[in-house]
């Protein structure tokens, strides 16, 4: 997976989180960019559980790696369905594969006009291009 690699079937946020919606639930994640970024993770913190509501722009937990420490903000508002327990033991599956196993939590959105606003692949991409490498 190259580290720009961004999929089409998803909206992104400038955090460098993507969500995608899939039949009543937005699942979020992050980006291949950001993963380059961190490095090796090491750890996976999610704050948010079943049930709870987050809200779009506030993080919902955090990811370490041997470089940093970094926040993870919810794309979209809404009530958490599910969350990737897998993280827990294995936070590298985040590095390798972000766009499948590696998501983060399951959102039932309260406002389906977030995901919209939210970038497309085009819009990230060009979004990309204008960040430091």
Same mark, same amino acid.
């Given at each position: ?5 961004? +999929? /089409?079937? +998803? ?12 039949? *009543? ?9 950001? *993963? ?12 948010? +559980? ?5 809200? /779009? ?8 790696? *041997? ?38 939590? $399951? ?18 991409? $060009? ?7």
């Amino acid at each position: 997976m190259g580290k720009n690699e961004v +999929r /089409a079937d +998803r909206r992104y946020t400038k955090d460098h989180e993507w969500a995608k919606r899939e039949g *009543v639930e937005v699942l979020v994640g992050v980006s291949a960019y950001a *993963v380059d970024q961190l490095g090796d993770i090491t750890l996976v913190n999610l704050d948010a +559980r079943p049930g709870e509501s987050i809200e /779009a722009g506030k993080p919902f937990g955090t990811v370490e790696s *041997v470089k940093t420490l970094a926040d993870l903000f919810a794309p979209v508002s809404g009530r958490v369905l599910r969350v990737n327990s897998v993280l827990e033991n294995a936070p590298e599956t985040l590095n390798d594969d972000c766009y499948g196993a590696g998501w983060l939590v $399951a959102i039932e959105p309260a406002k389906p006009e977030e995901y919209d606003a939210l970038m497309d692949a085009e819009a990230y991409t $060009a979004f990309l291009a204008t960040t430091d490498h």
